[in-house]
């Protein structure tokens, strides 16, 4: 038994197809998913915001 079901297969026929053709193997597509992943995960840059309070600029 491999972990999937048919009906879950044909369900992401296509996306299984798109990463088919970037990933030669399923441990490849799998790190990069794990990467982005990560890196979605990774605070946020600080963000600096400059303001005139008195109006004078």
Known sequence: ???F???DIY???ELLLL???N???IAKAT???MN???IMNLPKGTEHFISDIH???
């Open 5 to 7: 079901f048919k009906e």
């Open 31 to 33: 790190t990069e998913l």
């Open 11 to 13: 369900e992401n026929m």
């Open 36 to 38: 982005l992943r990560a």
């Open 23 to 25: 990933f030669k193997n």
């Open 19 to 21: 990463l088919s053709s």
């Open 55 to 57: 109006g004078e600029f």
């Open 1 to 3: 038994m491999n972990g």
